[in-house]
């Protein structure tokens, strides 16, 4: 039992407060989630010229989200959307026309900023476009995170007891809704 998680980290910067969150939630989540990170980092902008004969880089994307039973996107907000990095693997991913890899997957959505929005705007542009990728979201619990040094080591630790308790309610929901969804639409895995 237990379930594969792959999760995305929707920013390229190496002092990357999201990936900070990502490790705080791998901390904080229930012990039958393991997970393994999807890396966007390597892959070239995707174009229709690539359909033919995709680079091995974004094969490894497309075979790393079929070995997931669902997956998390870790994301900051850039201009109030999601940043061009992340875009661009979930465009990899939807292609080619007719083996878009987030057809009916587990998904959750979370990202902290250092604003108070928390990345609201930016979840909600990156939830138009798993709607489109035909994605089975979580839509609640929504997790809007105001991030402090103060707050979360940059190992993961998360030294405020309330926010703690917070990330790990969001992950146990996430992890009964992979379940219920597996259990109406269980995934063909290689
Ligand atoms: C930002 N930031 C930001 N924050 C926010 O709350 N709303 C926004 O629209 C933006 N826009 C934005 C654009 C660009 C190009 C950058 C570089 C930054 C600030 C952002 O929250 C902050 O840089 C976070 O540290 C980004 O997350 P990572 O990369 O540290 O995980």
Redesign the pocket.
């Known amino acids: 039992s237990g379930y594969q998680v792959g999760y995305f980290?929707?920013?390229?910067?190496s002092?990357?407060?999201?990936?900070?969150?990502s490790r705080a939630l791998i901390r904080l989540a229930p012990e039958d989630l393991q997970f393994t990170e999807i890396g966007i980092r390597d892959l070239p902008l995707y174009s229709p010229d690539f359909d033919d004969h995709f680079p091995p880089e974004a094969t490894a994307l497309k075979e790393a989200i079929a070995r997931a039973d669902a997956v998390l996107f870790v994301?900051?907000?850039?201009?109030?959307?999601i940043?061009g990095a992340l875009k661009n693997a979930i465009d990899w991913a939807s292609r080619p026309w007719g083996q878009n890899s987030f057809h009916h997957i587990p998904a959750g959505v979370i990202?902290?900023?250092?604003?108070p929005?928390?990345?609201a705007?930016?979840q909600q542009s990156l939830r138009a476009v798993l709607s489109f990728c035909n994605a089975r979201q979580m839509t609640a619990p929504e997790a809007y995170i105001y991030?402090s040094h103060s707050v979360f080591a940059d190992n993961g630790e998360v030294t405020n007891e309330e926010t703690a308790t917070f990330l790990r309610n969001y992950m146990t929901e996430f992890r009964d809704y992979v379940e219920r969804v597996l259990t109406v639409l269980p995934r063909a895995r290689d």
């Not at 980290?9 to 910067?13: M, Y």
């Not at 002092?15 to 969150?21: E, G, H, P, T, Y």
């Open positions: 980290v929707g920013s390229l910067s002092a990357s407060i999201n990936r900070v969150l994301t900051p907000e850039y201009n109030r959307s940043p990202g902290a900023s250092v604003g929005i928390g990345t705007v930016a991030f």
